[in-house]
């Protein structure tokens, strides 16, 4: 969860966004906390697996930059790049 807070903590142009998607954003992160709390509590590998593909469905949907953004990151982590501060993805 460490990793999602620090996704967080990513500066935002205060211009680009109101109070409402503030207040919407900060619901979203609490709800998405609490979401990754109960899925750790699950005991079966198999149950974990399913549900984070279906939290993964459930959020890419269509959106094509969503899916694009997905793969990226996942082929960074795949070939080990999260951790090397000299690449950019």
């Given at each position: 969860m460490d990793e999602f807070e620090e996704i967080m903590e990513i500066e935002i142009d205060e211009e680009e966004f109101d109070e409402e998607d503030d207040a919407r954003l900060a619901e979203i992160y609490s709800l998405a906390v609490k979401l990754l709390e109960h899925l750790d509590r699950l005991r079966s590998?198999?149950?974990?697996?399913?549900?984070?593909?279906?939290?993964?469905?459930?959020?890419?949907?269509?959106?094509?930059?969503?899916?694009?953004?997905?793969?990226?990151m996942l082929q960074d982590l795949i070939l080990g790049y999260e951790d090397d501060p000299k690449y950019s993805s």
């Open positions: 590998q198999e149950l974990k697996e399913a549900t984070s593909l279906m939290i993964i469905r459930e959020i890419l949907a269509d959106d094509e930059i969503l899916i694009g953004l997905a793969t990226k």
